[in-house]
């Protein structure tokens, strides 16, 4: 397992039940200190010819292979291929939850980039980016059909070469002030209220298009 100072990108495999493609989840992974797979996460990882760090998860969901593999991995201690943090499936909390946690432990607040996490049930959906919204680093969102990104007060994300796209922003916090610059409805110092649909389907319109969350957090997507 590699040291706190040397973990500044942690690439976050997840449980949905309609993952990422293997394309998708190699690219999460590059440039990445640390990946890490929660439950069936471990498959999409294996799909890709991915190594992971760390499984995290009640390995409910994770594949008859993936769950032997996380077996052997907790037999074989500190010679194991990877750590496994395996939960109780009468918790608490979900697997996402444990797993930032688990990051947090071991590499403080590295940036994350997240894949494989926006399909399955719409409740799983809103909580994980309820715990993402949470997460003091940076968060990057890949999925096969989109890009994005949590924002919080101070950050921005400037998007390059995706002209003609969809773009849509969603407030995370009570209220949230934005700018959108390089878009066909553009904001500036806007305040707009929590789960808003203001910012849904704007076009980005020029390079590079620019979104700044300047109070609350927010989370935006570019689509394909």
Wanted: charged share 20%.
């Amino acid at each position: 397992m590699r040291a706190l100072g040397d973990v500044r990108r942690v690439a976050v495999i997840g449980g949905s039940p309609a993952p990422s493609c293997a394309n998708t989840v190699r690219r999460a992974v590059e440039g990445a200190d640390a990946v890490v797979a929660i439950d069936r996460g471990l498959d999409a990882a294996r799909a890709a010819g991915v190594s992971i760090d760390l499984f995290c998860g009640d390995a409910d969901s994770v594949s008859a292979g993936g769950a032997a593999l996380v077996r052997a991995a907790e037999a074989a201690g500190e010679s194991a291929p990877f750590a496994v943090e395996r939960y109780n499936p009468h918790k608490d909390f979900t697997d996402l939850s444990l797993l930032l946690r688990a990051v947090s432990e071991r590499w403080g607040a590295p940036a994350l980039c997240c894949t494989c996490l926006a399909g399955g049930n719409p409740d799983h959906l809103l909580g994980v980016f309820g715990r993402l919204k949470d997460w003091n680093g940076p968060v990057e969102l890949l999925e096969d059909e989109s890009e994005g990104r949590i924002l919080h007060a101070g950050r921005s994300w400037q998007i390059h070469d995706h002209s003609g796209a969809r773009f849509s922003f969603i407030p995370l916090s009570p209220f949230v002030t934005v700018s959108e610059s390089g878009m066909r409805w553009e904001l500036d110092h806007h305040q707009v209220e929590l789960l808003s649909d203001l910012g849904i389907s704007n076009v980005i319109e020029s390079t590079p298009a620019t979104i700044t969350c300047h109070t609350g957090a927010l989370i935006c997507w570019c689509f394909k």
